[in-house]
Structure formats: structure tokens, C-alpha cells
């Protein structure tokens, strides 16, 4: 037992020295890691101009194991464009050690048409969620800084989205979506 134990710490100090983020190392599950694979990937391509709006196959924000999950139903707002007064759906925000992973999940929307959503830092009743929610607040109005999803209804209006980010979102106060061509035709928005 206890030569095991020792290889076992050993195995860890290695895996950890190696890794610079705990939850991709080889000691974590097979599902945590296929929920970081895209997020390291997408990392990498917004150094090179490409930004994190989201991965509809990511693990959903409701199935992290051990998240701070809230959740709430969306409730349209007045500024929503024509066409829309159907919007319905709900949104989930984990937080957990290896960041925030936002998920939401629309129906009502207009078919074909392109939306994106965001953290916002005041709640619905306040400004319609005011502005964006930003980790740095002095940073750029862009992920990684802030938390977007950008997802395109399909032929039934149903929307899906789930966007990560490695950073624990622990002031967003809503999510906000807007149709993606005209962002200030706030559509519907969900507390946190
Ligand atoms: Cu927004």
C-alpha cells in the first residue's frame, strides 16, 4: 500500500509539473477531457485572430459534475426585433475549478437567423442586463475578456449553444441574447 501510494504521488508531481492546467491532465476523467480539448483549441486560435463563441458539442453547462450551477428561464425583452414574440428557452452558468461554462437552449427563434449572446453584469430588470460582463473590466469588449455565444436558430427556431472559458464568471448577473446583425434588438434575457 504504501510503495504504491508513492509511485502514485510521484505519478501526480509529474503530471503536474508537465501540465500547466490541472483539469488536462491524464489523471482527470475521459469526459473532462474532451470537454477541455476544444476549449485549449479555441484558446490557441484567438491568439491567431479566431474568438471563443462557443462549441455546440461541448459538454453542457447542467452536466459538469460538481458545478455551482444556476439556472433560469428567458424572458423576452421590448427591444426584441419582429418576428421573435415566441422566444422562450433557458440558460444554465456552471462555475467550477476550471472556469465558466455557460449553456443555453432556445426554441421560438427565427429560422436560419444567426443570434449571439452574452454575459451581461447587471440583472434583466436593471437596463435589460446592461453591459457586458467582463473579467477584466479595463479589457477588450472580446473573448476571452467577456463570455459570447454565437449560434444560428435551425429550420424549427431552436437554438443551442455552450460556451466555455477558463475563468470563474462570478459577477454575470444575466445573459442576454441579440440577433447577431443588430446587437442593440436585445431579444430575450435570463437572470443568474
Ligand atoms: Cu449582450
Given at each position: 500500500?504504501?510503495?504504491?501510494?508513492?509511485?502514485?504521488?510521484?505519478?501526480?508531481?509529474?503530471?503536474?509539473?508537465?501540465?500547466?492546467?490541472?483539469?488536462?491532465?491524464?489523471?482527470?476523467?475521459?469526459?473532462?477531457?474532451?470537454?477541455?480539448?476544444?476549449?485549449?483549441?479555441?484558446?490557441?486560435n484567438s491568439d491567431a485572430g479566431q474568438m471563443n463563441m462557443g462549441?455546440?458539442?461541448?459538454?453542457?453547462?447542467?452536466?459538469?459534475?460538481?458545478?455551482?450551477?444556476?439556472?433560469?428561464?428567458?424572458?423576452?425583452?421590448?427591444?426584441?426585433?419582429?418576428?421573435?414574440?415566441?422566444?422562450?428557452?433557458?440558460?444554465?452558468?456552471?462555475?467550477?475549478?476550471?472556469?465558466?461554462?455557460?449553456?443555453?437552449?432556445?426554441?421560438?427563434?427565427?429560422?436560419?437567423?444567426?443570434?449571439?449572446?452574452?454575459?451581461?453584469?447587471?440583472?434583466?430588470?436593471?437596463?435589460?442586463?446592461?453591459?457586458?460582463?467582463?473579467?477584466?473590466?479595463?479589457?477588450?469588449?472580446?473573448?476571452?475578456?467577456?463570455?459570447?455565444?454565437?449560434?444560428?436558430?435551425?429550420?424549427?427556431?431552436?437554438?443551442?449553444?455552450?460556451?466555455?472559458?477558463?475563468?470563474?464568471?462570478?459577477?454575470?448577473?444575466?445573459?442576454?441574447?441579440?440577433?447577431?446583425?443588430?446587437?442593440?434588438?436585445?431579444?430575450?434575457?435570463?437572470?443568474?
Amino acid at each position: 500500500m504504501k510503495h504504491n501510494s508513492g509511485v502514485h504521488w510521484l505519478f501526480r508531481g509529474l503530471a503536474l509539473a508537465s501540465c500547466p492546467v490541472l483539469a488536462a491532465c491524464g489523471t482527470t476523467p475521459d469526459h473532462s477531457a474532451q470537454h477541455h480539448a476544444p476549449a485549449a483549441a479555441e484558446q490557441a486560435n484567438s491568439d491567431a485572430g479566431q474568438m471563443n463563441m462557443g462549441d455546440p458539442s461541448a459538454t453542457p453547462a447542467d452536466k459538469i459534475p460538481g458545478a455551482h450551477l444556476r439556472t433560469n428561464q428567458f424572458n423576452l425583452l421590448r427591444t426584441r426585433p419582429p418576428g421573435t414574440d415566441n422566444a422562450a428557452g433557458s440558460a444554465w452558468l456552471a462555475t467550477h475549478p476550471s472556469g465558466t461554462t455557460v449553456t443555453l437552449q432556445m426554441t421560438g427563434l427565427q429560422p436560419g437567423e444567426n443570434y449571439i449572446a452574452h454575459l451581461h453584469a447587471k440583472p434583466c430588470a436593471e437596463d435589460n442586463g446592461g453591459g457586458h460582463f467582463k473579467f477584466d473590466p479595463a479589457g477588450p469588449a472580446t473573448p476571452p475578456n467577456e463570455v459570447h455565444l454565437a449560434f444560428t436558430a435551425d429550420q424549427t427556431g431552436n437554438g443551442f449553444m455552450t460556451a466555455n472559458n477558463d475563468r470563474q464568471a462570478d459577477g454575470a448577473e444575466s445573459v442576454v441574447v441579440h440577433p447577431a446583425v443588430l446587437t442593440d434588438n436585445r431579444v430575450a434575457c435570463a437572470d443568474f
